[in-house]
């Protein structure tokens, strides 16, 4: 077992609850991601802008790992991506660690705090 990786999940999930004022699941955490990148501020968004917030949020987490390429943004200020490698055939267990992983990474400066 991991128990750097355990205490600082825990710590990422505390901070989001904190902030959210709910416990996070993976799914909102990617959704917080995204809508981190695209810092649009808070807005009403569509299902179709949820689902690409999603998205952006999965493609920054898995681009350091080496699967996307960030290729710019569009005039409305959403990066887009370009996938460069190959992923990984994974379980759903093994694409929540994954994720997870990731997610600690990227807000390692807050869990730091």
């Not at 989001?16 to 981190?36: C, I, K, Y």
């Not at 005039?75 to 997870?100: A, M, N």
């Amino acid at each position: 077992m991991d128990f750097a990786f355990e205490r600082d999940w825990n710590k990422l999930v505390k901070m989001m609850m904190e902030r959210f004022g709910e416990q996070p699941d993976v799914t909102s955490m990617v959704f917080a991601v995204g809508l981190q990148e695209v810092s649009q501020g808070p807005s009403e968004y569509k299902k179709d802008d949820k689902v690409n917030l999603i998205h952006v949020g999965i493609c920054t987490l898995l681009e350091p790992l080496g699967y996307y390429k960030t290729l710019g943004l569009d005039d409305d200020g959403w990066p887009h991506f370009e996938r460069v490698g190959e992923l990984p055939e994974l379980d759903s267990d093994e694409q929540e660690l994954l994720l997870k992983r990731q997610l600690v990474d990227y807000f390692a400066a807050w869990i730091e705090e």
